[in-house]
Every structure is written in structure tokens, then in C-alpha cells.
């Protein structure tokens, strides 16, 4: 679209998470009015921390916004993953982007609040719950439970797994229970028995129990997660010290003890849910994006970063086609058939046997018979 034309679109934002917080910079770059709208009072993100990929890192440097977010995390040159006890499986550099050739590994809190640090004041209106949604052909309809109706060019379904967009206008179906839970807490690094020894994420899988130690050299602290194999799919489930202790029996002693030093308080429980892949994400003026079009399990690490994909590529879709109906749907034949693939690969259940079907060619020669023995 021209830039005329991309100047006179009213974009509405539904959701300030990271996909529409994102969104928003990256569409308010190319001159379009954008509002955001979301549901929460306040921002606030908790439990754990997160890597972000080199490919996210150059959409960050591409909106002017990459020292921002450097500030505020640690950069890391490869990851490891070993089996429960420490035996090396796979250890490998991260996937280049042009320059870009670290994860940054982030708080959540810290990384939504620089994302929403970097949009214009006035843009992120709070307290905003969709109700309805009203596809109107040319323009969509928002409607807020606090009464506050909207029209836009362009709605952006920003608003997660639980997303009240993709309900509406594209599938009923809800989230599905993965049949895990993930422990995921922030502790300090002196807590963690040695075990940060620098900047370099690792996954230690035992039987049916993965956990990830992701430094963040920058806060001195270390984000420790545990996924673990549980039928309740309760969406905030209640667990004892005693049950997530079972779920690291015969891990490296310092992860066990990690583990048992651990305040429940302040550890976030919650049942792991993904979506099935919806078929279509948009009509002619609304699209979905980030969780509520694509939801996926955390084993890969990628549910941030292609939400931060899916807002460049957006962007990227208005910028080159000739109207918001065709730059939708350049969008999502752009995006789908990745975040597919990732859906498909986050959901396998893998174990050490399996490693070299999730991370294909990635594996080292050499650890191979080492893997195929355990």
C-alpha cells in the first residue's frame, strides 16, 4: 500500500502482550494510526524467563528498538540439552539472522515492559475486555465490556490463547491440554548450586520431565523451569513441594536440590495448553496473530518470538500489497506454514531418542551413538 494510504488506516490492536505490543511499533512505524486495546488494569508478566532468537533480535534492530531490549537481557551464543544426570546430547550455536547471531535471554516482565516502553504515550489503553466483534466487510466493529465501542480499518487479534477474536470470527474450538504442567520460577543465581556458569541456556531431559536453566547474567538470577507430565489439566493447579520434588527424582543432585529450596509461593504453576492450527487467521479487515493464531507448546521456545515474526511480517505484508485484503492474506501465506510446522514439532513429546526429529541435522556426529545408547 502506499504510504498515503497506510497514513489514513485506523488500526485497533486487541491485546498488549508481546505479539500486539510489537505490532504496534512495527505498524505505527509505517505512519498507520494504531490503538491498542487491552483487557488488563495493569501490565504485569511472571514466572520465568525467555529466549529471544536472532531472527527476533533484527526486527528489533529493523524498529530502531534493539538497544532496549539488550539493556534488559543477557546475550547467549549457544544451548545445550543432556540427559537428566548431565550426559551431553546435543549442544549447538543459536540460528543466524544477517548480523544477528545471539539469543538474548530476557525476564518476561522486563521484556514487556521495554516493548510497551518504546510506543508512543496514549497508545496502550488498559482496562479494555473485547466483548464482541463485528466483521463489517471494509471495517470491523469493537465492542468493550466498559461500553466503549470501536471501528477500524483494521483489527489486529492480538489477545492470546483464550483469544475472544478467534472464538468469534474463525474457531470455537478452545485450547487443548498438552497432559504437563510447567513450574517456572526466578531464583537468585546464588541459589543455583553453581549451575550458572554463564550466559548459555540448558535443557536437561529425564523421564517425562524436561527442565531449563536460562541465566540472566544481567539480574543475577537464573530462571528455572520445570515441564513434567500431570493429568490435571486444571488451568492453575495447586502442587506440592513434595509432588514437583517427584518430577526431578534422579536429575543432577544440584537440580534436586534447586528444586528443594524452592519457595511455593513464588513459584507459577500452570497447566500446559496449545491450540490446534486454525485454518484461516483473517477476513478482509481483521486478522489474528501470536498465540490466538497459532498457541504452541514451550518446548521449542518459539511462542515469543513468532509472535514477534508474525508482527514484522505483517507490517512487512501492508507495506508491499495493494490493499489491508490482500495484505492479509500475503500475511498468513507467509506465516502459516511456518508456525504449522512449529505447532506440529513443539507438540511432539520428545525424549533424548528423539532429539535429532525435533532439532533435524543439528545433532553432532559424534554425540549420536552416545544418544542411541541412553
Request: zero cysteines; hydrophobic letters at 40%; proline letters at 4%.
Amino acid at each position: 500500500m502506499k504510504a498515503s494510504e497506510i497514513k489514513n488506516l485506523k488500526i485497533a490492536i486487541v491485546g498488549a502482550g508481546y505479539g500486539g505490543a510489537a505490532a504496534a511499533k512495527a505498524l505505527s512505524l509505517l505512519g498507520a494510526d494504531v490503538t491498542v486495546y487491552e483487557q488488563a488494569t495493569r501490565m504485569r508478566e511472571v514466572g520465568a524467563g525467555i529466549g529471544l532468537r536472532p531472527a527476533t533480535m533484527a526486527r528489533f534492530r529493523q524498529w530502531g528498538i534493539f538497544d532496549a531490549i539488550a539493556r534488559v537481557s543477557s546475550p547467549s551464543d549457544y544451548f545445550e540439552i543432556l540427559t537428566a544426570t548431565g550426559e551431553p546430547i546435543l549442544k549447538d550455536t543459536w540460528p543466524e539472522s544477517g548480523d544477528d547471531k545471539q539469543t538474548y535471554l530476557i525476564h518476561r516482565g522486563d521484556f514487556i515492559e521495554a516493548l510497551l516502553g518504546v510506543l508512543p504515550e496514549g497508545m496502550v489503553h488498559l482496562g479494555h475486555k473485547l466483548e464482541t466483534i463485528e466483521d463489517g466487510g471494509p471495517r470491523t466493529v469493537l465492542t468493550f465490556t466498559n461500553g466503549t465501542t470501536v471501528e477500524a480499518d483494521l483489527v489486529v487479534g492480538a489477545d492470546g490463547i483464550r483469544s475472544v477474536v478467534r472464538e468469534q470470527l474463525f474457531s470455537a474450538t478452545g485450547p487443548v491440554f498438552s497432559g504437563e504442567h510447567a513450574y517456572r520460577v526466578v531464583i537468585p543465581a546464588d541459589d543455583a548450586h553453581g549451575m550458572v556458569v554463564d550466559s548459555n541456556l540448558r535443557m536437561y531431559i529425564g523421564k517425562g520431565t524436561k527442565v531449563y536453566l536460562l541465566p540472566l547474567r544481567h539480574r543475577n538470577q537464573m530462571s528455572f523451569d520445570i515441564t513434567a507430565l500431570n493429568p490435571d489439566g486444571t488451568w492453575a493447579p495447586t502442587v506440592t513441594k513434595e509432588e514437583l520434588l517427584k518430577t526431578v527424582e534422579g536429575f543432577d543432585e544440584r537440580i534436586v536440590e534447586i528444586a528443594r529450596g524452592l519457595d511455593m509461593d513464588a513459584v507459577n504453576i500452570r497447566a500446559v495448553y496449545d491450540i490446534d492450527p486454525v485454518d484461516t487467521w483473517h477476513t478482509d479487515s481483521a486478522v489474528l496473530m501470536g498465540d490466538a493464531a497459532h498457541s504452541m507448546l514451550h518446548h521449542q521456545g518459539q511462542g515469543a518470538n513468532s509472535a514477534i515474526e508474525d508482527a514484522g511480517a505483517l507490517a512487512d505484508a501492508l507495506a508491499q500489497a495493494g490493499s489491508v485484503k490482500e495484505a492479509l492474506a500475503l500475511f498468513q501465506a507467509t506465516r502459516k506454514p511456518v508456525t504449522d510446522e512449529l505447532q506440529r514439532i513443539s507438540r511432539q513429546g520428545w525424549s533424548e531418542e528423539e532429539v535429532n526429529d525435533v532439532f533435524p541435522g543439528q545433532k553432532p556426529a559424534a554425540q549420536k551413538p552416545a544418544a542411541a545408547k541412553a
